[in-house]
């Protein structure tokens, strides 16, 4: 199985500032991995798919990037509507494998 | 607008089954590979299963702690698909969602396997 490793687990945050979230594969996964963002009580919601396309609805401060076995995603000017978990998601080989999620909060 | 609805869920004993259900709508459902995952009381996300279009003649795929347990079925007719769960484990705890090509979810439905 393919491991994906996410980092950081816990990410602090202004209103305004960007973060960077990122997933290592543990083997080239030709950049299919996709990017979800869930609130609590709520299911995850794609919002970024094949690396760095975004999803219909998804706003453009989010994006996504890399190649390879190494990927981020980024938020630009973080909002306050932006706070939740964020999971990476390989789904070049099954069985499809997540990553364990970063918490984003607010500082 | 596409919509994703699963139930079936609830309080089972331990070597019991449950079959979950999942309608769809707002798309091409007959083309559609369709999926279920599922997200644990820790908060770890893992596929379960896959079935593709009948086009794949409607191939299955299954995580492995799952084989021989579980079975993805789908009805073209309904737009729905089926999760039956059999013997199941306490490990087995957790929300299930339905999924299309992974995209959209439903908002998952409460499995508890406890005696």
């Known amino acids: 199985d393919i491991q994906m490793t996410q980092s950081p687990p816990s990410l602090s945050a202004s209103l305004g500032d960007k973060v960077t979230i990122t997933c290592q594969a543990s083997q080239n996964i030709n950049k299919y991995i996709a990017w979800y963002q869930q609130k609590p009580g709520k299911a995850p919601r794609q919002l970024i798919r094949y690396t760095s396309t975004l999803v219909s609805g998804t706003p453009s401060r989010f994006s996504g990037s890399g190649s390879g076995r190494d990927y981020s995603f980024s938020i630009s000017n973080v909002e306050s509507e932006d706070i939740a978990s964020y999971y990476c998601l390989q789904y070049d080989n099954l069985p499809y494998t997540f990553g364990a999620g970063t918490k984003l909060e607010l500082k | 607008e596409v919509q994703v609805l699963e139930s079936g869920g609830g309080l089972v004993q331990p070597g019991n089954s449950l079959k979950l259900s999942c309608a769809t709508s707002?798309?091409?459902?007959?083309?559609?590979?369709m999926y279920w995952y599922r997200q644990f009381p820790e908060k770890r996300l893992e596929w379960v299963a896959r079935?593709?279009?009948?086009?794949?003649?409607?191939?299955?795929d299954y995580t492995e702690s799952v084989k021989g347990r579980f079975t993805i079925s789908r009805d073209d007719s309904k737009s729905s698909i089926y999760l039956q769960m059999n013997n199941l484990k306490e490990e087995d705890t957790a929300i299930y969602y339905c999924?299309?090509?992974?995209?959209?979810w439903g908002q998952g439905v409460m499995v508890t396997v406890s005696s």
């Open positions: 707002g798309f091409t459902f007959s083309t559609a590979w």
């Open positions: 999924a299309i090509y992974s995209a959209h």
């Open positions: 079935i593709k279009a009948k086009s794949n003649n409607y191939a299955t």
